[in-house]
């Protein structure tokens, strides 16, 4: 079994900068991809950003695009989200998310994080 457990959030002020870590532990024989996700209250959950585990390709929301960056430390298992020029609308509980295969969709997820932009 596989446990994602994400770090890094707070309250930070619009225009800051934060930088999210999900670190993976337990067995996985593959990983295809990592991903983060985030849920406002009211709202469904949002596709934020994802990193393939081999090579570098990376995938971006429309609404993070230009501000947030993923990275990822194979060495580690560990998958960062650095998020800039932080806006209110981007307040949300934040997931980290592992795809084992492509095609399959994510299939294990961590607990979350709360970030909280104040204007």
């Known amino acids: 079994q596989v446990q994602l457990v994400e770090s890094g959030g707070g309250l930070v002020q619009a225009g800051d900068s934060l930088r999210l870590a999900c670190a993976a532990s337990?067995?996985?024989?593959?990983?295809?991809?990592m991903g983060w996700f985030r849920q406002a209250p009211g709202k469904e959950r949002e596709f934020v950003a994802e990193i393939r585990w081999s090579g570098d390709s990376t995938y971006y929301g429309d609404a993070v695009k230009g501000r947030f960056t993923i990275s990822k430390d194979n060495a580690k298992n560990t998958v960062y989200l650095q998020m800039n020029s932080l806006k209110p609308e981007d307040t949300a509980v934040y997931y980290c998310?592992?795809?084992?295969?492509?095609?399959?969709?994510?299939?294990?997820w961590g607990q979350g994080t709360q970030v909280t932009v104040s204007s």
């Open positions: 337990g067995r996985s024989f593959s990983k295809y991809a």
């Open positions: 998310a592992e795809a084992v295969d492509a095609g399959t969709g994510y299939n294990y």
